[in-house]
């Protein structure tokens, strides 16, 4: 197992985010790359697969790949995610994102700030409601989004021209932002351009503010976006998934 430097931890706590190459091997983005495809061809239709001029995104991809599910028993992403979260800690949701000359999208400012859970319950402090893919999301309480930690796994080479991930670095540590906040620190904050290499990953808290542009240069850019949580909801409610990460070595 490849020992990550510990300053990626500082990164993550500092800044919100952090970059790690080589997490994959070759021949597994491959076979990634594979599965990923044969689901958009298999589910082009259905609820999962959201189409732009071209399929640019895939809900549930733990579901549909089992390929992308089987990743929570990674070594190296059990490598990434324990020492911030802990041995407990779950994958809860899982997304493909693909942008390609096709469907060439970009995305505002934001923070990610719903997480998918098995049916919907009242519980204070947690709202608004909402229903993707067939799927309740809600809007826990920022203490929830603060124990989480998303690894966006790239199968193929992402930078500023095709599209790469942008972040406000530390803006993970203004908790939920209102409008007025999230324009004032896009206005206070250089942003920083997220490049990684095929079968690298970028670290980010859910609450971190990022957006992406419309390639210049289109080409393929597929992103598998896992979502990590440290422990239960409180009850009655419970995670959409909650696959205990577990090293396979």
């Known amino acids: ?45 259905s609820t999962s ?17 089992p390929e992308v599910r089987a990743l929570h028993r990674h070594s190296g992403i059990a490598q990434l995610v324990e020492p911030i979260l802990g041995e407990q800690a779950m994958l809860v949701r899982g997304l493909m994102f693909d942008k390609s000359p096709e469907s060439n999208w970009g995305i505002f400012w934001h923070q990610d700030l719903s997480i998918a859970v098995r049916q919907r319950e009242d519980v204070p402090d947690f709202g608004p409601w909402s229903i993707k893919a ?26 500023e021209s095709n599209g790469a991930l942008r972040v406000l670095p530390g803006s993970h ?3 939920r932002l209102n409008m007025f906040e999230s324009e004032t620190l896009q206005q ?11 079968g690298g990953a970028v670290l980010m808290r ?42 396979n070595e």
């Not at 070759?26 to 990634?32: D, T």
């Not at 309740?136 to 080479?157: N, Y």
């Not at 419309?214 to 409610?237: G, Q, S």
């Open 1 to 45: 197992m490849h020992l990550l430097p510990p300053i990626y931890q500082q990164d993550i706590e500092e800044h919100g985010y952090s970059i790690v190459e080589n997490v994959l091997g070759h021949e597994e983005v491959e076979a990634l790359r594979t599965a990923v495809e044969k689901a958009i061809i298999e589910s082009r239709d």
């Open 49 to 65: 697969v959201r189409d732009r001029g071209g399929v640019y995104a895939i809900r549930n991809v733990t579901e549909v790949v």
């Open 134 to 159: 067939g799927i309740q999301h809600v809007q826990p309480p920022p203490h929830i989004l603060q124990k989480m930690l998303t690894v966006r796994l790239h199968l193929d080479d992402c930078q």
């Open 173 to 175: 540590q203004s908790s």
């Open 188 to 198: 206070n904050t250089d942003p920083a351009t997220c490049g990684v290499t095929s």
């Open 206 to 247: 859910p609450l971190l503010l990022h957006s992406s542009h419309r390639a210049t240069d289109p080409a393929r850019r597929r992103v598998i976006h896992l979502e990590f949580a440290a422990e239960p909801l409180p009850e009655p409610l419970q995670w959409y998934s909650s696959d205990k990460i577990a090293s």
